[in-house]
């Protein structure tokens, strides 16, 4: 019986395992051998984040199943491997049917909590009566709480446990726990003590594996520290410049000097980009739409080369976003996008069946947007609300046009709340609407150049981002 691990690297690992494993000792073990802390990462299959205190039985985990090692602060888990703040109640029953309860630290091993309840017992658990007797404690039913699959025998002894505790066996609230006592030959000691120096060794190996990952950060600082030099060089060089850029300045007239520094730290556009405003009177009677012939449908050579490459594209995005979350696949799309819209042509329905149409920077805000509109009106004053079909309300926000959802292109319906006003010459003015006024072809080609300026801006930005 085997499961597979993935690490937040990536990486994959097999490991041999027990039905009565608890999941706890399958995270502490894959994270020994990778040098992670245990308390930081928890497991998860599929989406499910798995209660630790399982045993891999009851974990509903098929066999030869695939977990994954997550770290909490990516999941947003509540540690609750972490009981140094919360205390684990735990009961001993004996076999004289009494019981005892108390409440220890979750670090705490199966010894020290044998030697916290003699004082209420008055009796020496750890040390039972003669030599060959030896302590036992039982939990779930797994006498010694020895992994099965590494050594086959039953009984504890006190180096056992010792080496055992709570947090190891993956409880975290509550836990009942038997005690009784046996006799052990010569021969189950000696397998005993051949079992704990082989485990003892292998995590020490483990510790040191640890050790090594963590002195690497300090052998890159030392290599940093050798290039000082170099980084010396490099600070007297801009040293240098600072100064030259500093006579120049002197040299230079006031008003220059602001013009440069403000196109050297040009970084978003704050002016108003052109507009392109146009005004056209939409159609009484729409153009009648000619039914395509058979020949249209009929698949041609490039339209299979057209979909092949289609489909490789979605294999290609399919197999590097596999071990992508949906939050971060929805952010990427998200800044790919922002980044190459950078111009929004918004389209306005007036009254009296008049569009008007204007380009803005996607980075503009829907109040510039508003105040746009206000300042073509009659009376800037006039109360209105720009809607997007069927009747959801485009307020008036600092968003930007951009992340209210405005681009690259949106159609928005003017609505003046004085229901005396039926027509857009009682908004505008009669001559601004007869000089600003074109086709709707003229409206249709600002679109398509908008959308060739936005292609440009996303071929310039990668290659700048490649250089």
């Given at each position: 019986m085997s499961v597979t691990i993935v690490y937040p690297t990536n990486h994959r690992l097999q490991f041999k395992i027990s039905p009565n494993l608890t999941l706890y000792q399958i995270l502490d073990e894959a994270c020994l051998r990778k040098g992670l802390e245990t308390a930081d990462h928890a497991l998860k299959f599929h989406s499910r984040i798995l209660d630790l205190a399982l045993t891999f039985r009851y974990s509903r985990i098929p066999i030869n199943g695939t977990l994954e090692i997550v770290r909490r602060e990516d999941e947003d888990i509540g540690d609750h491997q972490n009981v140094v703040k919360n205390l684990v109640k735990i009961a001993v029953q004996f076999t004289d049917g009494t019981r005892v309860s108390k409440q220890v630290e979750p670090d705490s091993t199966l010894l020290q909590i044998l030697k916290l309840i003699e004082n209420d017992r008055?009796?020496?658990?750890?040390?039972?009566?003669?030599?060959?007797?030896?302590?036992?404690?039982?939990?779930?039913?797994?006498?010694?709480?020895?992994?099965?699959?590494?050594?086959?025998?039953?009984?504890?002894?006190?180096?056992?446990?010792?080496?055992?505790?709570?947090?190891?066996?993956?409880?975290?609230?509550?836990?009942?726990?038997?005690?009784?006592?046996?006799?052990?030959?010569?021969?189950?000691?000696?397998?005993?003590?051949?079992?704990?120096t082989a485990k003892r060794a292998r995590l020490e190996k483990l510790e040191n594996k640890i050790c090594e990952n963590n002195s690497k950060p300090l052998k890159i600082a030392n290599n940093c520290a050798d290039r000082s030099p170099l980084k010396s060089e490099r600070s007297l060089r801009l040293e240098k410049l600072e100064k030259m850029i500093a006579q120049v300045n002197e040299s230079l007239p006031a008003s220059e000097i602001s013009d440069c520094r403000s196109e050297s730290n040009f970084a978003l556009p704050k002016v108003p980009c052109e507009r392109k405003l146009i005004i056209y009177k939409q159609e009484d009677h729409l153009p009648v739409l000619e039914e395509?012939?058979?020949?249209?449908?009929?698949?041609?050579?490039?339209?299979?080369?057209?979909?092949?490459?289609?489909?490789?594209?979605?294999?290609?995005?399919?197999?590097?976003?596999?071990?992508?979350?949906?939050?971060?696949?929805?952010q990427q799309e998200t800044e790919r996008r922002r980044k190459s819209y950078l111009y929004s042509v918004v389209r306005i329905h007036l009254p009296g069946r008049?569009?008007?149409?204007?380009?803005?920077?996607?980075?503009?805000?829907?109040?510039?947007?508003?105040?746009?509109?206000?300042?073509?009106?009659?009376?800037?004053?006039?109360?209105?609300?720009?809607?997007?079909?069927?009747?959801?309300?485009?307020?008036?926000?600092?968003?930007?046009?951009?992340d209210a959802g405005l681009s690259p292109m949106?159609?928005?319906?003017?609505?003046?709340?004085?229901?005396?006003?039926?027509?857009?010459?009682?908004?505008?003015?009669?001559?601004?609407?007869?000089?600003?006024?074109?086709?709707?072809?003229?409206?249709?080609?600002?679109?398509?150049q908008s959308f060739i300026l936005n292609a440009e801006h996303l071929a310039q930005s990668k290659t700048g981002g490649q250089h």
């Open positions: 008055n009796q020496n658990l750890v040390k039972p009566d003669g030599e060959e007797i030896h302590p036992v404690v039982v939990y779930l039913n797994t006498e010694a709480i020895v992994l099965k699959t590494e050594i086959n025998f039953k009984y504890a002894t006190e180096r056992v446990l010792e080496m055992i505790s709570l947090k190891s066996l993956g409880i975290h609230d509550q836990a009942l726990f038997r005690y009784f006592s046996r006799r052990l030959d010569d021969s189950k000691l000696k397998q005993i003590d051949e079992f704990l395509p012939d058979d020949a249209f449908f009929e698949v041609t050579k490039s339209d299979v080369m057209l979909m092949q490459k289609r489909l490789k594209e979605n294999c290609d995005l399919l197999t590097k976003t596999c071990l992508s979350t949906a939050n971060n696949l929805k008049w569009t008007m149409q204007a380009t803005f920077y996607s980075s503009e805000s829907v109040e510039d947007l508003y105040q746009f509109v206000s300042s073509l009106l009659k009376n800037p004053n006039t109360a209105f609300e720009l809607y997007q079909a069927p009747k959801y309300l485009i307020k008036r926000t600092d968003s930007t046009l951009f949106a159609l928005l319906i003017l609505k003046v709340k004085d229901a005396s006003i039926t027509k857009a010459e009682q908004l505008f003015n009669e001559e601004w609407l007869k000089t600003e006024q074109g086709d709707k072809s003229v409206a249709v080609a600002h679109v398509h």
